[in-house]
């Protein structure tokens, strides 16, 4: 009978020993999945924040692509615009429809600058004597100025959109 209780006890143990494996099996098992499912909720977590941010810089680039599309309008808008009045000046005095003059420093400053008193008082302007431009020099004068306003416009340009960058 001893080695029958003796059995039975290694019997018992030798169950306590495996209920007892597999209740840690079940623990471990338990705390790997727990750790599993906080780490599934974090990488979702971390990938909504990403995806949230992905949607406010591409809203943030959809803004300023508007925004220089519209100054990009606004310039080249400008820049017709000045074409054509510059097209509408060369036009004009291409047609003797108008005259560019300029005043005379010395007869300005009360001198008559070496011309005859007759060529002095020619026209109905009151006031300082001017003289007309060659009209070849005034195209030529026409030119630079529209030459001028197209930088200028660049210019403005150019500053709105790095404007529109900084922002």
């Given at each position: 009978?001893?080695?029958?209780?003796?059995?039975?006890?290694?019997?018992?143990?030798?169950?306590?020993?495996?209920?007892?494996?597999?209740?840690q099996?079940?623990?471990?098992?338990?705390q790997?999945?727990?750790?599993?499912?906080?780490?599934?909720?974090?990488?979702?977590?971390?990938?909504e924040?990403?995806?949230?941010?992905?949607?406010?810089?591409?809203?943030?680039?959809?803004?300023?692509?508007?925004?220089?599309?519209?100054?990009?309008?606004?310039?080249?808008?400008?820049?017709?615009?000045?074409?054509?009045?510059?097209?509408?000046?060369?036009?004009?005095?291409?047609?003797?429809?108008?005259?560019?003059?300029?005043l005379?420093?010395?007869?300005?400053?009360?001198?008559?600058?070496?011309l005859?008193?007759?060529?002095?008082?020619?026209?109905?302007?009151?006031?300082?004597?001017?003289?007309?431009?060659?009209?070849a020099?005034?195209?030529?004068?026409?030119?630079?100025?529209?030459?001028?306003?197209?930088?200028?416009?660049?210019?403005?340009?150019?500053?709105?959109?790095?404007?529109?960058?900084?922002?």
């Amino acid at each position: 009978m001893s080695r029958l209780r003796i059995a039975a006890l290694a019997l018992l143990v030798l169950a306590t020993c495996a209920l007892t494996w597999q209740v840690q099996e079940w623990r471990h098992d338990r705390q790997v999945a727990l750790r599993e499912e906080a780490y599934a909720r974090e990488r979702q977590r971390l990938a909504e924040i990403a995806t949230t941010q992905l949607q406010d810089e591409r809203q943030q680039r959809l803004a300023l692509e508007q925004r220089l599309q519209a100054v990009d309008q606004t310039h080249y808008q400008e820049l017709i615009d000045a074409q054509q009045t510059q097209a509408r000046l060369r036009d004009r005095l291409a047609t003797s429809d108008l005259r560019l003059s300029v005043l005379l420093a010395n007869l300005a400053a009360g001198g008559d600058g070496g011309l005859p008193a007759g060529a002095r008082a020619g026209g109905v302007v009151h006031g300082t004597a001017r003289v007309q431009l060659d009209p070849a020099h005034a195209q030529r004068i026409i030119g630079i100025t529209g030459d001028g306003d197209q930088g200028l416009i660049a210019l403005r340009a150019c500053q709105a959109y790095v404007r529109g960058i900084a922002r």
